[in-house]
């Protein structure tokens, strides 16, 4: 029986430490953590495809949050349910309500109260991402409206940055690094924010 670390974050740009020290944290040795640079919207990604490799019977995965395994609904509930299939316990840092040695201790009240908050967790992973694409989708059409579409390109940013940055800024990285990101005026990203593009 052993304990592994799963940490995500969405890009290359992204920094992994924070989530890290919550591994260590929580005992998980460096030579059991992986470590991804990749978004949360599809769950083929190779480290955690390495990851599922390798858990076996008894083991337990920690990661720091929900979102951490995926941002879809059915990727989240499947992974989750396809690892309590295979004997793995299951640590969500940020929700340890959640954990599943907690929920067995409970029996079958257990397993119904797991199902139920998986269900909501996971649904509103998926639901913050499809907000986030709206919100950037809105803000296109209110741009569109008022002719600052066409021409400032660089002002209109592609739903998965538009996502990264959100998750960003509410992870509490700075105005400024997440509009060198975006490859705008730390006032542009402002505006965004402001009419919903960048949802923060």
């Known amino acids: ?20 020290l919550s591994m260590q944290s929580a005992g998980v040795d460096d030579g059991r953590l992986y470590v991804e640079k990749a978004s949360g919207k599809s769950m083929d990604r190779p480290e955690w495809e390495k990851l599922m490799a390798t858990l076996q019977d008894g083991d ?5 949050e929900l979102s951490r395994m995926g941002r879809t ?14 004997g793995v316990s299951i640590r969500v840092l940020d929700a340890e309500f959640l954990c599943t040695e907690h929920m067995d201790a409970m ?11 998986l269900a909501l967790m996971a649904y509103m992973a ?28 660089r002002q209109v940013v ?7 940055a959100s998750e960003r800024l509410r992870a509490g990285d700075s105005m400024a690094s997440v509009a ?21």
């Not at 337990?60 to 720091?64: E, F, R």
């Not at 990101?181 to 960048?198: E, F, S």
Request: no cysteine.
């Open 107 to 117: 029996g079958d009240m257990g397993r119904a109260v797991e199902d139920m908050l």
């Open 60 to 64: 337990t995965l920690v990661v720091d």
């Open 180 to 200: 060198k990101y975006l490859g705008v005026h730390r006032n542009t990203l402002a505006k965004m924010v402001k009419d919903g593009r960048i949802a923060a």
């Open 73 to 86: 609904y059915e990727g989240v509930t499947e992974a989750w349910r396809e690892l309590r299939r295979r």
């Open 126 to 153: 998926d639901h913050e991402r499809k907000e986030i694409l709206r919100r950037q989708a809105e803000g296109i059409r209110v741009a569109k409206q008022q002719g600052k579409y066409h021409g400032r390109s």
């Open 1 to 20: 029986m052993a304990t592994y670390g799963y940490v995500r974050v969405s890009t290359q740009e992204q920094n992994e430490r924070r989530q890290v």
């Open 158 to 164: 592609e739903p998965e940055m538009a996502t990264v």
